[in-house]
Nanobody, 126 residues
Framework: QVQLVESGGGLVQPGGSLRLSCTASERTFRNYGMGWFRQAPGKERAFVAAINWSGGSTAYADSVKGRFTIARDNAKNTVYLQMNSLKPEDTAVYYC???????????????????WGQGTQVTVSS
């Protein structure tokens, strides 16, 4: 069972930046595709970004493209989400997830992920 722990959330003003981190408990992390999702109050959990096992392929939701960057450091069992030019509509609980299928795919749907973190709150407000 892989444990995922997110960190880096907080309160930031519009236009500001945050970097989220997600650290996995197992070295098998390096074989997994990883994703970030978010859930705003009253809304369903939605895809934000994903990265394949090597870091060579990434994907983003249209709403964050050009502002957010996903990256990973397999030596540290950690995936990151750099969030720039934040907007109030980015306010949500952010979750990282691991796709244990051990393929090269970039997974965008919740059902493709096997392990989830507890989430970290991001609030964008002046």
């Amino acid at each position: 069972q892989v444990q995922l722990v997110e960190s880096g959330g907080g309160l930031v003003q519009p236009g500001g930046s945050l970097r989220l981190s997600c650290t996995a408990s197992e070295r098998t992390f390096r074989n997994y595709g990883m994703g970030w999702f978010r859930q705003a109050p009253g809304k369903e959990r939605a895809f934000v970004a994903a990265i394949n096992w090597s870091g060579g392929s990434t994907a983003y939701a249209d709403s964050v493209k050009g502002r957010f960057t996903i990256a990973r450091d397999n030596a540290k069992n950690t995936v990151y989400l750099q969030m720039n030019s934040l907007k109030p509509e980015d306010t949500a609980v952010y979750y990282c997830a691991a796709d244990a299928s051990v393929t090269t795919r970039i997974a965008r749907s919740l059902s493709e992920y096997d392990y989830w973190g507890q989430g970290t709150q991001v609030t964008v407000s002046s």
